[in-house]
């Protein structure tokens, strides 16, 4: 077992792992952050994205050691101060960019690192940039015009 | 996954000490070890990060103009920073998806030689030169064979240097679930003639395409390719496509790089 420390949503946080102890592991059952959700273990469905250093990554393909001394963003670290929605939640809500939920904390993440790099990205550009993010109920045009939305965009441009 | 110790050293001379050991493995991006870890398929005893190695990061270009990647820059920096070389670029920024492209890392993809991988074309289609921490390896000699390379046990990939071509292009026809390419072709003319490798299609791995490289060199048109054609023998045939339609989408794709390549 070894030490790691890391920032977690702006709270300094350590604790002792293994090798082999996925940041997942370390953040749901570490720190109770169960916000973050593993969908598939295999790299695949990106409902496990937070940001590690800004950076959007799959939290099941990366270890705990390796994010020692960074900056880790997760879901429970999206609201704003006062406990409302941040703008990409509330587009999500308002558009209707979730059913049940379960990718919605990987595609918030994503969407977040998106508007970071790119804050007025194209439709296309958002179906792009989600390639990694898998949703099984919405059909994705939801999930589309909520990023549009939280840009600032009209969503009437995204295809039906 | 079977336990291991981790060791995470910040000099090359310390990862390569580290390597030494045995069962030891090299660790970059994970984004293809770490799946692989998940299924015992690989159980070392002690596993090497080289992500907190400065001296592995970062693109610059050489004096002789060749650019130069050290083995452990993401995909993401790659297609953010290899403005140099926009083709090499582009590729990067092809790659999976951009949580696979934050971590993943040219040296590991290099290392690892899937037969479906982008960067393998990339390095084998610009004669890149793939530096190690004991030698030089020319592309030519480096790729042998489904994830087979000349490394050997404990050398690591600290750098590969791409010659710049006059033009060149990549074209990938994406297996749409594994976001690998189902065959892509990676077309290079530099002003000694012209390079042509394909990555998905062949069992044996990243191979050169000597006739279209010939035809190619003195028409570099994607005409020049018309009367070529490829065999299907040795060709991966698997649920999402068959040996023969591999081979057919060789020389498509061959001929949407060179006229991609302009
Ligand atoms: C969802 C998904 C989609 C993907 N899509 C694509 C795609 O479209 N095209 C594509 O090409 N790839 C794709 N990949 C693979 C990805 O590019 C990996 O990043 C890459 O294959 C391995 O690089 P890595 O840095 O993650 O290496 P790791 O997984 O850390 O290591 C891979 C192997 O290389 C060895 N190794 C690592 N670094 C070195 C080094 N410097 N010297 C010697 N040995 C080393 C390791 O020991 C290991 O055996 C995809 C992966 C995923 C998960
Ligand atoms: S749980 Fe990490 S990619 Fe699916
Ligand atoms: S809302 Fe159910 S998987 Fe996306």
Redesign the interface.
């Known amino acids: 077992m070894?030490k790691v420390s890391m920032t977690v949503n702006g709270k300094p946080v350590s604790g002792e792992v293994?090798?082999?102890t996925?940041l997942v592991q370390f953040l749901r059952e570490g720190q109770g952050l169960t916000g973050t959700h593993v969908g598939c273990?295999?790299?695949q469905c990106?409902a496990c994205?937070v940001h590690v250093d800004g950076?959007?990554?799959?939290s099941c393909?990366?270890?705990a050691?390796?994010a020692?001394g960074a900056e880790v963003t997760t879901i429970e670290g999206m609201a704003n101060p006062d406990g409302s929605l941040s703008t990409i939640q509330q587009a999500f809500q308002d558009h209707h960019g979730l059913q049940c939920g379960f990718c919605t904390p990987g595609m918030v993440m994503?969407a977040a690192?998106?508007l970071a790099e790119n804050p007025k990205p194209t439709e296309a550009e958002i179906r792009d940039?989600l390639?990694?993010?898998i949703c099984r109920c919405t059909g994705y045009h939801n999930i589309v015009k909520a990023i549009l939305a939280a840009s600032g965009q009209d969503v009437a441009v995204a295809a039906e | 996954?079977?336990?291991?110790?981790?060791e995470?050293p910040t000099t090359i001379a310390d990862a390569v000490k580290a390597l030494s050991a045995e069962d030891a493995q090299a660790?970059s991006g994970?984004?293809t070890l770490?799946?692989t870890?998940?299924q015992r398929l690989a159980s070392p005893s002690r596993?090497v990060?080289l992500?907190a190695i400065p001296e592995l990061k970062g693109i610059c270009v050489a004096d002789d103009g060749a650019l130069c990647i050290g083995a452990a820059t993401s995909h993401?920096d790659v297609a953010a920073e290899a403005t140099a070389y926009p083709a090499l670029a582009a590729l990067a920024g092809q790659i999976?998806?951009?949580?696979?492209r934050?971590?993943g890392t040219i040296g590991g993809s290099l290392a690892n030689n899937d037969p479906s991988a982008c960067y393998p074309a990339a390095a084998l289609g610009s004669g890149a030169t793939i530096v190690t921490d004991r030698r030089k390896i020319a592309a030519d000699d480096y790729f042998q064979g489904m994830f087979e390379t000349a490394l050997d046990e404990g050398e690591i990939i600290t750098e590969v240097r791409f010659p710049v071509p006059e033009k060149a292009a990549y074209i990938k026809f994406e297996q749409p679930a594994s976001?690998f390419a189902l065959v892509g072709v990676f077309v290079a003319k530099y002003a000694g003639g012209v390079r042509v490798a394909v990555t998905g299609a062949s069992e044996d791995g990243v191979f050169r395409w000597a006739e279209a490289e010939a035809a190619l060199s003195s028409d570099f048109s994607a005409g020049a390719i018309d009367g070529l054609s490829v065999g299907a023998d040795g060709m991966i045939g698997d649920l999402h496509g068959t040996p023969e339609y591999r081979a057919h989408l060789v020389k498509v794709l061959t001929a949407r790089a060179v006229a991609a390549a302009g």
């Open positions: 070894t293994e090798g082999r996925l273990d295999t790299s990106g994205v950076k959007a990554v799959k393909t990366i270890f050691a390796e020692e994503s690192a998106l940039y390639e990694g993010n | 996954m079977y336990a291991f110790d981790f995470r660790l994970g984004q770490i799946p870890l998940k596993l990060s992500t993401a999976g998806d951009p949580a696979v934050n971590r976001r």
